[in-house]
């Protein structure tokens, strides 16, 4: 039986996905859109001792037509190498990336920067927040963009495993299936996502160590090596 991907398909992820021969059903359970308010993200970005964060590639997309023109010399933090990727493709210079949002927050002050801006969607994890606020740091979360949830139509589908990408994707997908799946194997992308599912009752989880979906097919191939 095939995979459920709870997010919308990409190129790229097409193309690992059939470069692997996984069978994938993609399901997304949210919309995205960007929501990004030009004179706010302008004078944010003109800050040359403000440091940026990004933790997701949405969030680069949503400013894809600023950042060049603003980047200076500023310390640019990432979580995931996509995101390093698609910044250093761009001709911006990545500081340092993380394999997720505790380490990045965790090595903030190890950066020269006044202050900092957290450019996110409306949803987002705490921990840079969280740490900023507990070590005095100056912190600025810049949404550039929202989500609105879909319906999903399982009703014709047959999978073996759910693949989740973030922690509210599984709540929402738990909501909206009334809990149906609990007994599915659930990949999740994180400890954090991984920590989610534990709290909704998933029976059994499996944590990729790499943020991404290249992750979690070699952990999904490991695991399925022998079947």
Known sequence: MSALLLKEASQRDLELINRHRIPAIFAPVF???TCVKHDRITSRLSVESSGWIFTSKRALSALNPYLREFHKNQAVLTVGQGCADWLSAK???VTACFPNAF???AAMQSFQADSWNYFCGAIRRPEVRNYCTSHGLVLFEEVVYDCR?????LSRCHFSSIWAFSSETIKAFTSQTKSRYLDVPIYCIGPTTAATGRALDFKHIITSTSPDL???IRLYQQLNANL
């Open 31 to 33: 919309d995205y859109f």
């Open 91 to 93: 001709g911006i210079p």
């Open 103 to 105: 380490e990045l927050a």
């Open 149 to 153: 949830p879909l319906t999903l139509d």
């Open 214 to 216: 290249s992750g979690m």
